[in-house]
């Protein structure tokens, strides 16, 4: 339960929590643990509804009631618990942009999310997942897979033969790696800690850079690759990333952004104009790629094993939020 920022999560007993008409009752069996649960933890980001809360939004379960008139699966189904809940009504979500749609609703932040041992979310919105995949590692699909596949595939448009730079490889940016290696870019990895870019290696960076050993970087990538990079994907959020991951980019470029702080980045408009790049934003993903990253996982393009790094029990989650803080490993999931 979070009832503070600057507090640690306590476990409590709740009431378990009963499906309503159209509703599922999921009995979670992990869930990850995110960037954005230490921002409401650490960073004073509000959560949407007020605490008490149960934070936790990655998660993977089985369904384990249903309520009046709920369809689409059965009792004891594995399935997959999107990270965000689009109403599905209004505009954006008619025209394929549910991540953006104004009215929905996240999992630890608007309701009750996965640390804990029930969910109740619309029936409608679960994904299937089959059983080639293990649902303590496939977890992590419903955010930290499918926030950057949405971000390469969608908005940076990553093409085949393309270089792109990955600015911060941790739980999100060392999956944009494979994904940008899937696609068929040439990747370089970008970050402070040798041992996730040796990691973004195995996964497919042809190249890496660490800017604490590397005097200047724009310097370095135009030795390794002339001119720069036609997309790099920011996965981090802090000004200072947001100014090194655009420098990299040659002309025409597009720096796409997926990491996220609350501070204000500033970027040179005239290069912008002169040069033609492109920012674009990138959040979350729509309920369309779930199954496709789904898929992607069952057929091994995309590896769970090397990126899932620890595994705590619920009341062992205050290790899960220190090794996010000292930037430990890529994802803790958390188990009932
Ligand atoms: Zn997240
Ligand atoms: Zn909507």
Redesign the pocket.
Known sequence: MFRAPGQALRVEDVRTPEPGAGEARVAVLACGF????LHYLDHGVATAKPPPIVLG??ISGRVDALGQGAEGVDVGDRVLVP?VLPCGRCEYCRTGRENICPKMRMLGNHLDGGFAEFVVVPAKDLVALPSEIDPVLGCIIS??LT?PYHAVVHRARVREGERVAVVGCGGVGINAVQFAHGAGAEVVAIDLNDEKLEMARRLGAAATLNPSRTGDLGKELRRLWGDGVDVAIEAVGSPATIALAFSTLRRGGRLCLVGYSSAPAVLPAPRVMFLEYSVIGSLGCRPGDYPRVVELVRQGRIQLEPVVTGRVRLEEIAIAADRLRQGTGFRTVVLP
């Open positions: 995110c960037h954005t649960d939004h990655e990270a955010d930290a926030t």
